[in-house]
């Protein structure tokens, strides 16, 4: 089992920054890769970039160049920090965990935190 806890959301004026931060607790030896999602009202979950214990990342196209990612392995902390950010960015941002386990048999999970609400005024 994975525990996330989201914090760093708040209030900003269009073109301003934040940082998100996930701290995860648990089975933490297990997890392959963590990410950042990101809900808008009345719309489905998205992804908004994901990051690999080796720290592969990836980005979805309309964060490239403002958002970073990163990870803290020894910490067990992840991080986004937001700049530059378009009332588009507004929403709940969630903290997601995939863990790989081989025995008894391969499995892998997803865990996701709470919600950290986001709001860009224009």
């Known amino acids: 089992q994975v525990q996330l806890v989201e914090s760093g959301g708040g209030l900003v004026q269009a073109g301003g920054s934040l940082r998100l931060s996930c701290a995860a607790s648990?089975?933490?030896?297990?997890?392959?890769?963590m990410g950042w999602y990101r809900q808008a009202p009345g719309k489905q979950r998205d992804l908004v970039a994901t990051?690999?214990?080796?720290?592969?990342?990836n980005y979805a196209d309309s964060v490239k160049g403002r958002f970073t990612i990163s990870r803290d392995n020894d910490k067990n902390i992840m991080y986004l920090q937001m700049s530059s950010l378009e009332p588009e960015d507004t929403g709940v941002y969630y903290c997601?965990?995939?863990?790989?386990?081989?025995?008894?048999?391969?499995?892998?999970?997803?865990?996701w935190g709470q919600g950290t609400q986001v709001t860009v005024s224009s």
């Open positions: 990051i690999t214990h080796s720290s592969r990342i």
């Open positions: 997601n965990a995939q863990t790989v386990t081989l025995l008894p048999q391969p499995k892998i999970a997803d865990y």
């Open positions: 648990g089975t933490i030896a297990s997890i392959n890769s």
